[in-house]
């Protein structure tokens, strides 16, 4: 089976509030075979700058939707993670971990080691500086 290179995405959300808005949106990239294998970590700082983690599988009040995305390896997003994104984070926010193989890319990765070629570096550009430089 080719396997496409993982991503791994760290949302912040100021006053620890979640619309409940991603959970669907991550369905829909699942459903439609552009990711698989996905994994899911909350980490929440209160106003005192306690530190909450939650996994996927035992998720309360707001974030209920993501109980319908079927979370591979529970725990492959772990504390050492969760204690990384909490040191950034500022009082009552909190911060959501998605990791996931990006699947629509397995073919291009096939073909570059057919072709014996390897990836030397890759770069993300995130979306904000996108919009930018597309305004201009």
Not at 49 to 67: K, N, R, S
Not at 87 to 92: I, S, W
Request: hydrophobic share 50%.
């Amino acid at each position: 089976m080719a396997v496409g290179p993982a991503d791994v995405v760290i949302i912040g959300f100021p006053g620890n509030k979640f619309s409940g808005q991603i959970a669907p949106a991550i369905v829909d990239l699942v459903n439609s075979g552009t990711i698989r294998d996905v994994y899911l970590q909350f980490v929440m700082k209160d106003e005192s700058g306690t530190i909450t983690t939650i996994e996927a599988g035992v998720l309360g009040e707001g974030l209920e939707g993501f109980l319908s995305i079927d979370v591979m390896q529970a725990g492959a997003l772990n504390e050492e993670d969760a204690d990384e994104v909490a040191d950034d984070l500022p009082l009552n926010s909190a911060a959501l971990l998605v990791a996931f193989e990006n699947t629509w890319a397995a073919n291009f990765v096939q073909a570059v080691a057919a072709a014996d070629g390897f990836v030397i570096d890759q770069i993300r550009i995130p979306v904000d500086v996108v919009n930018a430089l597309v305004s201009e």
